[in-house]
Structures are given as C-alpha cells and as structure tokens.
C-alpha cells in the first residue's frame, strides 16, 4: 500500500537557523512527488515537483531533493514567514497521496 | 488573481440539513477534485472529475455526493451532514489526472456541524 511519512511532525527553529523536513515514500510507480506549503486555514499552495531520484529544485530559501526513497525540503536561514505547514504529497496513478504535514515555527 | 475559488469559506449547518460547497477555476483544467481536511491531518481525497467522467474514492462515504455541470464549477454537497463531518473542505484543479500533474488548491470552505 502506498504511504507518506513526514517528520518531524513539528519543528521550532530560531530564524537563521538551517534544518530539513523529511518525507519518506513508499509508492509502486512514482510519477511525482510534490511539496506544499499550507498556512492555517488555507488551502495548499504548491510548491515543488519532483519526478526522479537525483532531481533537487530551489526557491528562495528552499531546496528540496529527492532520493528513491524520501525526500528532503532543506530551509536555509528561515524568516517568520516561513513558518506553516509543509505537506508532501506522491502521484499513484491518478491521485495525490498526502503526508500529516510538518508544522514549522521560525521564531524572531 | 485566485485560479480555484471556493465559497463559502465558512460554513455552518446543522446535524443532517443538507449544504453544498461550491468551487470555480479559471485555469480550464480537466480535472477537478474534491478533498476532506481534519485537524492536523492529511487531505484526504474524496472523488474527483476527469471533465464529466465523475471517480468516487471507494472509502467515500455514500452522504457525500458532487456535480460537474460544466468545465468552470464543482459542487460538493452533504446530504445528511453529521458532527464527524466538521472539516476543511479542499477543491483542487490539474490540467491532466496522470503523470504526475500539479494539483492547485483553493482556500478551502470550512464546515462546522451544530
């Protein structure tokens, strides 16, 4: 059975400070692998695909990669506004299959 | 500009009075789905529209019902909402339902079941 899991499952960082949100998949054809970004109350706003192991996109202060079996969404020297939810998401045929989300809180 | 628009964005009904949620796209995307939110957790799919060809999730329970009348609007409705129904209700769109496609959201409607 496919499954997506994210952690940590909440992530308090200082602002400045690095770190990576994990995703680890398990999928029987991976057509894709997506992350978004999620504030409370709202609805997903995309943020990366990825579609093979190797594959790393970057926006801003984010960076995420993509193994055969996980993925990382790196944050380099995180703001306030980052903080929200990361989703990560996998393509099954013809579905989007969704992890619990990482809760981040960057603190001034 | 919003691309996947939902209303309302608040909804209140009470235990078994039916209630439609509405979404619109301006993308002109094939596909449109409709998903569940609980507290802290994942999206979870509920049924979703390749153009008029309608796909229910088997786990969908039957008091959840949508309509496609043409490429712009969805409309989920609940037939006999219970309080296990409270929830952000997500609509999304993509250009194809294979291969991977990018799916945008809209800002959801949040349901609340007296």
């Known amino acids: 059975e496919d499954q997506v899991t994210q952690s940590p499952e909440a992530l308090r960082l200082q602002e400045g400070e690095s770190s990576s949100l994990n995703c680890s998949y398990t999928v029987s054809g991976l057509r894709g692998l997506f992350w978004y970004r999620q504030d409370p109350g709202k609805g997903p706003e995309f943020l990366f695909t990825l579609y093979s192991a190797g594959e790393e996109k970057e926006k801003e202060r984010l960076k995420a990669t993509l193994t055969k079996k996980e993925s990382f969404l790196h944050i380099t020297a995180p703001k306030p506004e980052d903080s929200a939810t990361y989703l990560c998401?996998?393509?099954?045929?013809?579905?989007?299959?969704f992890g619990t989300g990482t809760l981040l809180a960057v603190q001034p | 500009d919003a691309m996947v628009i939902q209303n309302p964005r608040y909804q209140v009904t009470q235990f078994g009075k039916p209630v439609t949620l509405s979404c619109s796209q301006t993308?002109?995307?094939?596909?449109m789905y409709w998903y569940q939110q609980k507290s802290s957790q994942a999206p979870k799919l509920l049924f979703h529209y390749y153009d008029k060809d309608f796909n229910n999730e088997a786990d969908t329970p039957d008091n959840f019902q949508s309509r496609r009348p043409n490429t712009s609007f969805c409309f989920l409705d609940i037939r006999s909402p219970g309080l296990g129904d409270a929830a952000m209700y997500l609509c999304?769109?993509?250009?194809?339902?294979?291969?991977?496609?990018?799916?945008?959201f809209g800002a959801g409607t949040r349901l609340s079941v007296l």
């Open positions: 993308l002109n995307h094939n596909v």
């Open positions: 998401a996998v393509a099954d045929t013809n579905k989007l299959i």
């Open positions: 999304a769109t993509s250009r194809d339902s294979g291969s991977g496609d990018i799916q945008y």
